[in-house]
């Protein structure tokens, strides 16, 4: 069972969306052509934490893009 917020469990699991460091308000100013791991992004609209499970069928455009972006 994910648990993410019970006592012990996974301390700070959430601290990285929760607190002044978080990315999200930067993303727009983020040009992945020129992140040093040429990491792109893609936000899933509509899909939650588990969207594989959650939505299939919305997920899958955005698995197959990313697998053929993999090298190899």
Avoid: C, W
Avoid at 30 to 59: C, Q, W, Y
Wanted: proline share 14%.
């Amino acid at each position: 069972m994910f648990m993410p917020s019970g006592p012990g469990v996974f301390r700070g699991d959430h601290s990285f969306h929760t607190r002044d460091d978080s990315p999200v308000s930067r993303l727009p100013m983020m040009d992945t052509r020129k992140a040093p791991v040429g990491a792109p992004i893609a936000i899933m609209e509509e899909l939650g934490h588990f969207p594989m499970s959650e939505n299939p069928k919305a997920f899958q455009p955005y698995f197959a893009d990313a697998l053929m972006r993999m090298p190899g």
